[in-house]
């Protein structure tokens, strides 16, 4: 497949690994915000092939994983609802609330209809007109600017009965939020790619300049992650931090403006409760007062009750690349793909999830 | 959940386009890149091409690897 397939030459990737090696000399720990490339890293064996200097540690970017149970309880709440049908990526499905799961209201006769995009569910809304048809709008800048766009379709088309539960988290904030905890120690980031197509590398110039953080914005195929990889050895080891595309097929550092726009228009920054690290100022997008029709949160009573986070799992320690899966109690023992614990086991981009599929170091 | 793939524009049609993603034709959204044409490659997120793909910097990416492999032949 084109931009795919040459972007995975064996070949090629054993002479960017031999050239890191031969460059890379300091003791240097990277994290790889997006869960996307968690997944190339264990994939392709990434991790274990980099020399022992680098050390890479897996980041909050993966939307489902970082919703607080707060916010999974609402969705879960509105799934009860009578009269609403619940339309949501699939990856949403067995992702453990503080008492349930979409899957068990599914099983108990709740509406939840999985779709692959909003244009699906603004179809379920045009077709089911007496219902009223919530789409759970869960993910980062990459996402959060195609539902701004079926929130406008809704309104050009007349589509009254469509509303979206925004749980939308922003990338930047975060990482500012974790890098000033001090918890975490870091020496290179990379970015993530498919979030810099919509927002550009230019957000992260403060990321770069502030923490002295070298910054490379990434593609997905293993390529591109060792490319990326490549680049950042060669800031560290020039004491340099500035912001780098590596991924420049697919980001430019201004962004998409188109997307960037109705993102902007339809949706303003609010505090958001991410799950390990509570709330984190300007971190989230809620719709904006002109859109407040289509804001599930304003046209339904949601009454979740209390949340509570799952016994013993620590998914937000290592959300906040403070703790590995191996050093969770119930990784692999009571906690595995096929009975999740926690969201890091049930998302395909979990890190627990990774560890369990491509092993590496569950011994720690 | 920030997956995105190539796809290439087959035909437009208002905003929505025929593309061809891994070889099975497919409809897709164009609210998000209005000035993608037929023969763009974009990069499609749950339905939407959120940007197009720059073909000239793909190509040069890829140069730019190749000289690596070279040179780290020689070093070798
Ligand atoms: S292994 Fe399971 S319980 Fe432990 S942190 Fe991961 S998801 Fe939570």
Known sequence: MKYITEFR????????????KRRSRSQARIMEFCGGHTVTIFRYGIRQALPANLEMVSGPGCPICVTANADLDKAIALARTP????????????VPGSRSSLQEVMA??????????TMDALQIAEETP???????????????????????QAGDRGIGNYYVLSMHKLCPPV????????????????CPGHVCAVIGSD??????????IPCVVSGFEPLDVLQSVSMLVDQIESGESRVEIAYRRGVQPGGNRQALKLMEQVFEPCPAQWR???EVPDSGLRLREEYRRFDAEHAFDIAPGPAYEPKGCICGDILRGVKTPAECRLFGKTCTPEHPVGPCMVSSEGSCSAHYLYGGDVEG | MCLAIPALIKSIEDKEAEAEVGGISRRISLWLTPEAKAGDYVLVHTGYAINIIDQEEA???????EEIAELSGEED
Not at chain 1, 9 to 20: F, G, N, T, V, Y
Not at chain 1, 179 to 187: K, R
């Open chain 1, 9 to 20: 030459r064996p070949d090629l990737a054993e002479k960017l690994l031999s050239q890191i």
């Open chain 1, 108 to 117: 108990e006769g709740a509406d939840v209809r999985m779709v692959y995009s």
């Open chain 1, 203 to 212: 957000p992260w110039e403060s990321v770069a300049s502030k923490y002295g």
């Open chain 1, 276 to 278: 390990g690290m509570g």
């Open chain 1, 130 to 152: 007496d219902k009223s048809v919530v789409f759970l709008g869960i993910g980062f800048e990459t996402t959060a600017p195609t539902i701004a766009a079926s929130i406008l």
């Open chain 1, 83 to 94: 009269g609403v049908i619940i339309a949501t990526f699939g990856d949403m499905l067995r």
């Open chain 1, 175 to 190: 990482i500012r939020a974790i890098l000033d905890s001090g918890e975490v120690n870091l020496q290179g980031l990379i």
């Open chain 2, 59 to 65: 190509e040069e990416t890829l140069k730019l690897l």
